[in-house]
């Protein structure tokens, strides 16, 4: 028996569902990406909210790929999801009540067009906002280069330019879009990535989102590992029901949301959720400190033959190395809210990493590393060197992720990355690596660091002994 509105009542009383009448709830959330992090996170604290006001449904949209919808299409848009801790909590969530594909493309512009929807957010991971270096949309992107002159939208600017253009058209009124993924300013950043596009093809659309559209930041954390075998074992056995894709986190979120909203906001409060008026130092800490450490232990740790961070967190050198990393060079760069320990907080990311009920991949977060390392170490980076502060650790990450992209050029097995061609064919070259501006900026040209990376890189050399490198 599949899960579905019609078996829901067949559920376990173990198992939390929603506590409010789907039939009564409306879209007025559009969702890009509703990968395993929105479904973990957002579209959870959503399901906590609609009880209190239902208007707050979740349109959710794919723009890649049929995965979704298929999955969850037959199950009325449910799913479980298992929160991992020492004991597994199991909830089905009932947010997502639409599921449309790139195939629906009216669908999808009417839905962005409605004056019901009040709210667009995305999680379509860094490399789906086509940024360069400098926070700009990429206009010289392929995938942008078509949006310039095509007809149809493909990339997610392309879609929110459509979706804003029939908006405006329709005389939908004022809306929020808010980017969730892990780009530091990602609300700034998110809006240059709709706006040069609108600016480039239509600059009465570009003013008219000027004046009612806007873009707030926010930190979204909870450490969400790929659906795996074990989990689906668990949620059939748990629940009794079959379930195409259940999601796994742990059982620790936070939720920080710039209080920017052109209008109505959903209470996400209500569900723990927190507005401020100044993300910055949240997505900071959360940036530099977490994923930061989160990129290390991947890199560092699969040279070291290791695959989870359970176990980067086991092997004792590598655990007291990404410790001293976070704070003796990486929290000297970051100005924390008011409400914020640091030290607290980094004692606290250390904990949540060894956790002993999750099996996160470091294959995973090794994925897309020429997207994620410039805002999780490379920001560091430049701090440091403009303070006069040593770089020598926060070189080793970096060299660890060449050595990394080396192995899998030696190995053949993929390399998750757009950059992969580029970084494939300057494996072994660390100069030539460093010179890659869109990753490094203008740090390939700085001796110091460079000189800090060439040494870490021998450190790393196969065959030496690794845990000496990481001191
Ligand atoms: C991880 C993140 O995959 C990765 O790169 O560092 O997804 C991390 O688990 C989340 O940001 C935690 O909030």
Redesign the pocket.
Known sequence: MRLSDATLADLPASVARPGYDRSAVTPGIVHIGPGA?HRA?QAACVDAILGADPRWGISAVALNSTGVADALGPQDGLYTLALLGKATGYRVIGSIVELLTAQRRNAILSRIAAPTTRLVTTTVTEKGYHLDAGGALDLDHPAIVRELTGAEPSTLSGWLVAGLAARRAAGGGAITLMACD?LADNGPRFRRAVRDLAAARDPDLAAWIDDHVRFPSTM??????ATDDPLRRSVRAVTGLDDAWPIQREAFT?WVIEDDFAGDRPPFDLAGAQFTRDVRGFENA??RL??GA??TL?YVGSLMGLATVRDAMACAPLAAFAARLMREDIAPSIVPPAEMDLSAYIDAVLDRFANPAIA?QLA?????GSQ?LPY?LCDTIRDARAAGRPVDRLAIPIAAWFRFVELRKGSGEQLVDPRADALLSRAGDVGALLAMRDVFGDLGEDAVFVAAVERAYAALAPGENLAAALK
């Open positions: 992090f996170h892990n979204v954390d909870s450490i969400t590992p936070q959360k940036l977490l994923n989160h990129s991947a996160h995973q977060i090794a994925w897309d994620k999780r």
